[in-house]
T-cell receptor
Framework: AQKVTQTQTSISVVEKTTVTMDCVYETRDSSYFLFWYKQTASGEIVFLIRQDSYKKENATVGHYSLNFQKPKSSIGLIITATQIEDSAVYFCAMREGSNYNVLYFGSGTKLTVEP | DMKVTQMPRYLIKRMGENVLLECGQDMSHETMYWYRQDPGLGLQLIYISYDVDSNSEGDIPKGYRVSRKKREHFSLILDSAKTNQTSVYFC??????????????FGPGTRLTVL
């Protein structure tokens, strides 16, 4: 079974708007880490933002923020004031405390930001 | 500067030839990984290395082997490459559990074409 699921294959938005990308995960661990990565058109994979399971506050970095809904096992990525250069594939990932060395990835959501 | 490097970036080989992909990191991370990514798909884990000469199969190890003789270097070897091994290969490294950050760092990828 998939541990990390991204159901949105692709999303298209207009520049300067806000977009939310969904991700649900599955774990029995009480301690885990959730990540979002961005893969640019050049193929580079860049870490964006992280949420620790024990933290109640949603993480925020620049114009990226997370919507962490623990009871729903959901970790949405919110990008505000989108820019053309935000166009990329976004991957959600999870690391469990009991299996720390393995990072489970979702299948990715392709975001296109249009002018 | 925290960095993962990969060589070569592009490689074309004929079926049956041997392939060596190299990865380096400058963060003294114990754990390193090899993934492959096929079009439209997420990252598939080939091998994990927990430290020098301590390697473990990932989800798709068949047709691959690895070598880690120094902590900062991790090699992926394809003995007698097959056309279905045409893919983009990513190397990554990961901090230890007690580090104050948990994200994996990825190399720029190697695009391998097997003709």
């Amino acid at each position: 079974a998939q541990k990390v699921t991204q159901t949105q294959t692709s999303i298209s938005v207009v520049e300067k708007t806000t977009v939310t990308m969904d991700c649900v995960y599955e774990t029995r661990d009480s301690s885990y880490f959730l990540f979002w990565y961005k893969q640019t058109a050049s193929g580079e994979i860049v870490f964006l933002i992280r949420q620790d399971s024990y933290k109640k506050e949603n993480a925020t970095v620049g114009h990226y923020s997370l919507n962490f809904q623990k009871p729903k096992s959901s970790i949405g990525l919110i990008i505000t004031a989108t820019q053309i250069e935000d166009s990329a594939v976004y991957f959600c990932a999870m690391r469990e405390g009991s299996n720390y060395n393995v990072l489970y990835f979702g299948s990715g959501t392709k975001l296109t930001v249009e002018p | 500067d925290m960095k993962v490097t990969q060589m070569p970036r592009y490689l074309i080989k004929r079926m049956g030839e041997n392939v060596l992909l190299e990865c380096g990191q400058d963060m003294s991370h114990e754990t390193m990984y090899w993934y492959r990514q096929d079009p439209g798909l997420g990252l598939q884990l080939i091998y994990i290395s927990y430290d020098v000469d301590s390697n473990s199969e990932g989800d798709i190890p068949k047709g691959y082997r690895v070598s880690r003789k120094k902590r900062e270097h991790f090699s992926l070897i394809l003995d007698s490459a097959k056309t279905n091994q045409t893919s983009v290969y990513f190397c990554a490294s990961s901090p230890p559990r007690l580090a104050n950050y948990a994200e994996q760092f990825f190399g720029p990828g190697t695009r391998l074409t097997v003709l």
